[in-house]
């Protein structure tokens, strides 16, 4: 039996990383980026509005009050994608639209809320504004030349925006692993089927194909393998399409056998069996034909737990990704904990973050069948391999799984171990 850390090791040494694909930006979200991306324009283009109003020169409004307004003399109008030919001068202003260019000769904008428009050609101002007042200057947000993402950014939803802000249609990005996914067990039924006696649906191929899709991966869901050398052979080989297979059940000490000796006649190296952790332990590597194989465990939080630790750094490293663990934080833990000695607990948990400081709670129920403490948890505390007790008010060690949005505005530390921050 082996450390998590060995497992882990064993398995990165192994995995490869995905060639790239050219795709339109409409299709790249989740995606890594497989090149730089570089600015060849400013965003903003030019000097624009950002409200709508009257573009002035601020030192013509300087002394301006609701008691003693300044008149102006409005010499056109400047909508939204036009841009005004005329150029302000003294005593003059021009009503602009958010996102017009700003006129020549112009320095502010004064909204129209502090402003009183008696006819077409004059507008009064209430209040005086300071030079630059809602003038969004080119370049802004983008420079020309400036670098707007780096190879291994994994793309979300404002990435997009960017990169057609930037006018890039197009970009490299590795290509998606593909992900064979089987669950074994004459126990299973698929979704839709009435359970017999003994018999539950199979749920692992859904959380695990979930996850998947959350690691930037395309599930392949091969459905369920029978107990027995034919039809584990048969839908192995159908897995061996993808660029990693994941089998969940048949790993314990009592199933072992079957999928062992199945994978060995199909050529495949097993490299672990068994790691030094709770849940978890039954956790198998290998590569069959080239592609990594992982035996999971048949509980389904054993597999979730087994999924992130193992599964998803290597898919992480497939697809060049820099950090490949999630982040770990220190948290003040806030009642104890007692478990044997030997293995590494990885307890589901709530942590969160108050007042400048974290701290984490476990969950009710860590049977390694309860699904219902994953779904209550956004985290995992780790529990030393020999150590019994963790005292309430003490520092543990928390990884964390569902980031910001479940924890809050609070950023994150740096990912991967040894990353732990008080």
Request: glycine content about 10%; proline content about 7%; charged content about 20%.
């Amino acid at each position: 039996m082996i450390s998590v850390e060995e497992a882990q090791e064993a398995i990165l040494s192994r995995i490869p990383t995905m060639g790239r694909e050219r795709l339109h930006i409409g299709d790249a979200l989740g995606r890594v980026l497989a090149e730089d991306v570089i600015s060849l324009r400013p965003i903003p283009p030019w000097a624009n509005s950002a409200m709508d109003g009257y573009a002035i020169r601020s030192r013509d409004i300087a002394h301006s009050s609701e008691e003693s307004p300044c008149t102006l003399r409005i010499i056109d109008e400047a909508p939204a994608g036009f841009e005004s030919a005329k150029t302000i001068g003294p005593g003059e202003a021009i009503r602009i639209m958010t996102g017009a260019p700003i006129p020549k000769g112009a320095d502010a904008v004064v909204m129209v809320e502090l402003t009183v428009r008696d006819n077409d050609d004059e507008v009064r101002v209430l209040k005086p504004v300071p030079e630059g007042e809602a003038v969004r200057r080119s370049g802004e947000d983008v420079g020309v030349g400036e670098k707007v993402f780096s190879l291994g950014n994994r793309l979300g939803s404002a990435s997009i925006a960017m990169l057609a802000g930037v006018g890039r249609p197009y970009v490299y990005v590795v290509q998606g692993p593909r992900v064979a996914i089987l669950s074994t067990g004459d126990e299973l039924v698929e979704l839709g089927e009435e359970p017999g006696v003994g018999q539950i649906f199979n749920s692992n191929s859904y959380a695990l194909a979930a996850q998947v899709r959350e690691a930037g991966g395309d599930p392949l869901l091969l459905g369920i393998a029978r107990d027995n050398t034919e039809d584990l052979e048969s839908l192995l080989k159908d897995g061996l399409v993808a660029d990693m297979v994941l089998t969940s059940g048949g790993v314990s000490v009592g199933d072992f056998d079957l999928l062992k000796s199945t994978l060995g006649d199909l050529g495949n190296e097993m490299h672990f069996w068994k790691v030094r952790m709770k849940p978890g332990k039954p956790m198998a590597f290998g590569t069959l034909q080239g592609c990594p194989v992982f035996g999971l465990p048949g509980n389904p939080v054993s597999t979730m737990v087994s999924f992130e630790l193992f599964v998803r750094p290597a898919l992480m490293k497939m697809q060049g990704v820099a950090g490949l663990y999630r982040p770990q934080i220190a948290a003040r833990l806030l009642h104890p904990l007692h478990k044997s000695p030997e293995r590494r607990h990885y307890v589901r948990a709530v942590a969160s973050f108050k007042d400048g400081e974290w701290t984490v709670n476990a969950v009710e129920s860590q049977g390694s069948n309860i699904i219902h403490s994953m779904v209550r948890a956004n985290s995992l505390i780790v529990f030393p391999e020999f150590k019994t007790d963790l005292e309430a008010e003490s520092q543990v060690q928390v990884l964390i799984l569902e980031g910001e949005s479940a924890l809050g505005a609070q950023p994150l530390p740096g990912e991967g171990p040894g990353s732990l921050v008080a």
